[in-house]
């Protein structure tokens, strides 16, 4: 972390701490910064076995109570890979379980790439 990064992280934690408690913003006008982290899963799998992959993501996901907000499918390569994409939404402390899911996708067969980033924040309309 960086100093510019936390000089403002501290300064606001000592304005918190002294403001009087009916100057603090209660849990449902706190920003979503506060909410669980959005990530995005890619899986660059086989066209032949991106069915069998899908449902095996799906079900490892339901099983970890992680379920997708969104997800997608992409032929890439003339349709020779399929590009499956999920959006969710992951509590820092269930965050062990998506990264223990990400590595056993590495080593399914036919999938050919995985990959797992912080997802933005699509604006409120």
């Given at each position: 972390?960086?100093?510019?990064m936390?000089?403002?992280?501290?300064?606001?934690r000592?304005?918190?701490?002294?403001?009087?408690?009916?100057?603090?913003?209660?849990?449902?006008?706190?920003?979503?910064?506060?909410?669980?982290?959005?990530?995005?899963?890619v899986?660059?799998?086989?066209?032949?076995?991106?069915?069998?992959?899908?449902?095996?993501?799906?079900?490892?996901?339901?099983?970890?109570?992680?379920?997708?907000?969104?997800?997608?499918?992409?032929?890439?390569?003339?349709?020779?890979?399929?590009?499956?994409?999920?959006?969710?939404?992951?509590?820092?402390?269930?965050?062990?379980?998506?990264?223990?899911?990400?590595?056993?996708?590495?080593?399914?067969?036919?999938?050919?790439?995985?990959?797992?980033?912080?997802?933005?924040?699509?604006?409120?309309?």
């Amino acid at each position: 972390m960086t100093l510019q990064m936390l000089i403002p992280t501290l300064l606001d934690r000592a304005r918190a701490r002294l403001a009087p408690p009916c100057a603090t913003p209660s849990a449902a006008t706190r920003p979503a910064s506060n909410a669980s982290p959005q990530y995005r899963v890619v899986v660059l799998a086989l066209a032949t076995k991106a069915h069998a992959i899908d449902a095996q993501v799906r079900h490892a996901l339901r099983a970890e109570r992680l379920p997708p907000g969104h997800a997608s499918r992409t032929e890439r390569s003339g349709g020779y890979l399929l590009e499956l994409e999920y959006v969710l939404r992951c509590e820092r402390s269930r965050r062990a379980a998506l990264v223990h899911l990400v590595s056993r996708l590495g080593d399914t067969p036919g999938v050919r790439a995985v990959r797992w980033e912080t997802a933005p924040e699509l604006a409120q309309r």
